[in-house]
Structure formats: C-alpha cells, structure tokens
C-alpha cells in the first residue's frame, strides 16, 4: 500500500496556519505527515514538529537545501527534534553519516534540480543512475517524477520503481486522478501531497476529507488490481 504523506505546505513552503490545520484534521486516515523548512521560522516548525509527534504520527521534514552546510543544518534540527524521516534535499555523505545512528531515516532526492518548485533534468538513465548510487548509503530516495522537464514521467516512473529499491516516495504535483491512477499502477512507497489539497484540485473540500478521499480512492484502485 502506497503511503500518503499529508503536507502542511503550499508552493513549496509551510502554510502559516499549519498547526490549526494539522489539529482540524489529525484524525484523516495517515500516520504519515509532514513540513518543508520553508514558509516558517524554525521555532514554529518545531512547535509543529511536537504536535505530530505527541499525536503519534510518523514525521517527514523535507528540506529544499542544496549546500553542504545546509543539509547538515536539516539533518541536525530532524535529530533534535526526534523527528522520523529527512526527504528531498541534496545528497551528501556527510549527512548520511550524520545520521547512521540517529534513528532518523535519509530519503535524499536525485538527478539534477533547478528552481522553485523543483524541477528535475535529465535522461532517465542518468537519473535512475543517480538515484542507484544514492540508495547505497541511504534509506531510501525521493522522486520528482511529475517535475521531470524532460521526457514522459510515466517511463521514468516505471524504469525508477523497477530498478532503484524501495522505499520511493514520489514527490510534487500529484494533482489529478489520472495522475492518482499511475500512482497505484507504479505503486511506491510513498507519496507527498500538499498544494494539491490547499488548491482542492480533486474538488472534494476540507484538507482531512482530501485525505480521506485519496486514500479510499488508491485502496479501490488496488482492490481493483488484484482482482
């Protein structure tokens, strides 16, 4: 089953009223959810943080960094914070050191980025490549599979989920039902959605229904599958 990680964030940043939207909708069927170290000052985010945790949920801190020092700076507030999983930064040894015995899972992203939202470059071969040689000192990868600039993301999705090993979570743009439909076919192990329920793109409503919807939405679709 394909995890839905439920993101308190807008236009890759952390909306300003996260926590009230995260305590309107704690009971939405996910132990997953998360926040980017974007659009709140780090004290916030902790307080955030806190309130997942005490909740009993499973937390994932994505990070935008790119440098060295900043990913190190990432990785050390998700340790001080007991904080569950480190996603979609630049990889580093440095930080998967930093975090070999921390308790803190490393899903680093791959391929070549650019801009804000995230774009991902390259042949699929080169990123699948990339995405190899990450997976041999971490956790896990992200995939920016619906940002790719630069061929059809349902072949880089099926060459990905085929040959780099899960855990993959597939983050950014998952917008549509036709989008949802490949996500159950390439099944990852994961998925970020955020700004597609603050926009309401799948016109269901209130952001712990959204979640609601998308999940019975992927658990019929794999009932489906299986028969």
Known sequence: MTQLIAMLTHDDKTVENARAVFNSAVEAPTEHWGFKDTGLPQKELALLARDMKQAGKTVHFESLEEEESACLAAAQFAVSENLDYLIGMAYHPSVADLLSTSGVRYLPTCGARSGVPRMLHGTISEIVADAQLVRSSTDGVTLSLYRWTDGDPSELGEAFIREVPSPVIVTGSINSTKRLDEIARL??????????????????????STLKWMREYLDARDASDVR
Not at 187 to 208: E, H, K, L, N, R
């Open 187 to 208: 099944a990852p192990w994961g998925i970020t959605v955020g700004s597609a329920i603050f926009d309401d793109a799948f016109g269901v409503g209130s952001f712990d």
